[in-house]
């Protein structure tokens, strides 16, 4: 008896620690049979973004739809928010020993999947960004490095102050710049609401510090980029993913006309053909 007792508490210790070792910083969503992708949402969304697609590419591929901590039914997490996430998939796909996944990610969720990439080059099998780049500070502040980029900013403290009506404001004006499908607006500006604020605000600003354009020197697999080219003309937009990606090289840029932010609702027939493509090949 004494022998059995132990035995459970034994076994009750070990899956404590096993449920204590696993990941905190998103929740996943697999569905379907096959090779694996990993599919990343843009910040502040859900893995509902990518429903259509998932709802196709299932058919024949294993599918892990991520909703990260803060958005969502998912709770916050301590800072660093970005890092965790990053160390978080890693962990992830060696516990399920996931081999060889691809990684789609929109927005955000590209420039984890090149962060990921470019610190375990033989992990993943390609890449397909959606609108995302490897430097969003760059993109806003010239002369860009980390180090001007401050938690403790107006900015920051004017959206962590924000009541439900200005926020809704804030977040409706944005989501209206993000996509030309409109029924698809409202959607965003629910996840935004939705999103825990201090996940959205000092979230933001750990992405906004992440610099990658050296970084993505080391990934060595296909990346597929998807660029949008709607609110400023084609050649600018060409300049700037020229510049961001100058050091990867294996890489596609599709400069995707009359899209804004959300390629897979503005292009959404396009989107799912292209990327049906991508992972077959």
């Known amino acids: 008896m004494k022998t059995f007792r132990k035995l459970i508490v034994l076994f009750a210790v070990f899956v404590s620690y096993t449920m204590q070792s696993q990941e905190t910083a998103f929740k996943v969503e697999v569905t379907g049979k096959g090779n694996p992708v990993l599919l990343f949402p843009g910040f502040s969304c859900t893995g509902e973004v990518w429903e259509v697609t998932v709802k196709e590419l299932s058919k024949t591929h294993e599918c892990h739809v991520f909703t990260f901590a803060g958005f969502g039914n998912v709770p916050a997490i301590?800072?660093?928010?970005?890092?965790?996430?990053?160390?978080?998939?890693?962990?992830?796909?060696?516990?399920?020993?996931?081999?060889?996944?691809?990684?789609?990610?929109?927005?955000?969720?590209?420039?984890?999947?090149?962060?990921?990439?470019?610190?375990?080059?033989?992990?993943?099998?390609?890449?397909?960004?959606?609108?995302?780049?490897?430097?969003?500070?760059?993109?806003?502040?010239?002369?860009?490095?980390?180090?001007?980029?401050?938690?403790?900013?107006?900015?920051?403290?004017?959206?962590?102050?924000?009541?439900?009506?200005?926020?809704?404001?804030?977040?409706?004006?944005?989501?209206?710049?993000?996509?030309?499908?409109?029924?698809?607006?409202?959607k965003i500006v629910s996840w935004m609401e939705q999103a825990d604020r201090k996940?959205?605000?000092?979230?933001?600003?750990?992405?906004?510090?992440?610099?990658?354009?050296e970084q993505v020197q080391n990934i060595k697999i296909p990346v597929t980029i998807m660029a949008a080219v709607s609110f400023y003309p084609k050649p600018q937009v060409e300049k700037l993913y020229t510049e961001q990606y100058q050091k990867l090289a294996n890489k596609n840029i599709i400069y995707v006309e009359n899209s804004a932010h959300f390629i897979m609702f503005d292009k959404s027939d396009w989107f799912l053909k292209k990327v049906e493509k991508l992972v077959k090949s």
Not at 94 to 111: Q, V
Not at 199 to 213: A, E, F, N, Q, S
Request: aromatic fraction near 8%; proline fraction near 5%; hydrophobic fraction near 40%.
């Open 199 to 213: 996940t959205y605000v000092h979230g933001y600003i750990d992405l906004m510090k992440l610099d990658l354009r």
């Open 78 to 186: 301590d800072s660093p928010w970005l890092e965790t996430i990053k160390n978080d998939v890693s962990k992830y796909v060696a516990r399920k020993k996931l081999a060889k996944p691809t990684i789609i990610g929109h927005s955000m969720g590209g420039t984890l999947a090149l962060w990921l990439a470019s610190e375990n080059p033989e992990t993943y099998k390609q890449l397909i960004i959606v609108d995302g780049l490897a430097s969003i500070g760059a993109l806003m502040i010239p002369d860009f490095s980390p180090e001007k980029v401050s938690y403790d900013n107006p900015f920051a403290k004017q959206q962590l102050a924000m009541d439900a009506t200005a926020f809704h404001k804030m977040a409706t004006q944005m989501a209206a710049g993000m996509t030309f499908a409109k029924e698809k607006q409202s």
